[in-house]
């Protein structure tokens, strides 16, 4: 919620590739800056974990010389993973796909001008509350990824400091769950929200291609003036 805040003034506080990929896809988001932004939030989730383990370091060291054995307790306490005996493979999938199309329709519905948005400054507010209450609600099965950065930005983090990188990408559940659910669930919420709700024309759902384009075209127009402004 707060990076949303601090950051929504210049670049939009995306913080996640797959709502950066599924504006890219549905709102007309500039293709150029699609991996300026994927490496930003890779960076910035890298980063927090450096500063989250040297806060906590001396208690994650103490807690692994007397429990050497729940190594397991300290990479989850970082990244997220399915838990056994909770989410099976499909299931893990289905709960970060599933999470992450509720978050693409609730920024698309923010950012939807003809569909009651919120007074100003509301936004990060309630994408913060869905945010919280998803994970909340689904920590126990995956570990709420629900954004790739957040999962892979603290793997590479964890790496640099010493810990295995066998541990960190054995099981394939970091590209699986934490990257395809999560970017396919936000384009399926996308789709759904355009087809049953949107109006406008940047979406590629409700228009021909030929309007498709030209109206995506005013799109990255909007974007880059957008940009410009910002940068003044």
Request: glycine fraction near 12%.
């Amino acid at each position: 919620m707060a990076g949303i805040y601090i950051a929504g003034g210049v670049s939009g506080g995306h913080l996640n590739p797959a709502i950066t990929i599924m504006l890219y896809v549905f709102r007309g988001f500039p293709k150029k800056k699609i991996l300026i932004y994927i490496v930003a939030q890779l960076v910035g989730a890298y980063i927090g974990s450096l500063v989250a383990y040297g806060i906590y370091r001396n208690c994650i060291l103490n807690y692994l010389e007397t429990n050497p054995e729940q190594m397991t307790d300290v990479y989850n306490s970082f990244v997220t993973n399915r838990t056994d005996g909770v989410a099976d493979a499909a299931s893990g999938f289905l709960t970060e796909f599933v999470a992450t199309a509720f978050i693409g329709v609730i920024v698309l519905a923010l950012g939807d001008d003809s569909n009651a948005p919120p007074g100003a400054g509301m936004n990060a507010f309630i994408l913060g509350l869905v945010i919280s209450i998803e994970t909340m609600a689904f920590s126990a099965s995956t570990g709420a990824a629900l954004n790739p950065a957040r999962d892979l930005g603290p793997r590479l983090a964890l790496i640099t400091l010493g810990f295995s990188r066998h541990d960190m990408f054995s099981d394939g559940w970091w590209i699986y769950g934490a990257w395809c659910a999560t970017i396919t669930g936000a384009i399926v919420g996308a789709i759904l929200y355009d087809i049953a709700i949107f109006v406008g024309g940047e979406s590629p759902i409700n228009y021909p291609r030929s309007s498709v384009k030209r109206v995506g075209h005013k799109a990255k127009v909007r974007w880059r003036h957008r940009f410009r402004r910002r940068e003044r």
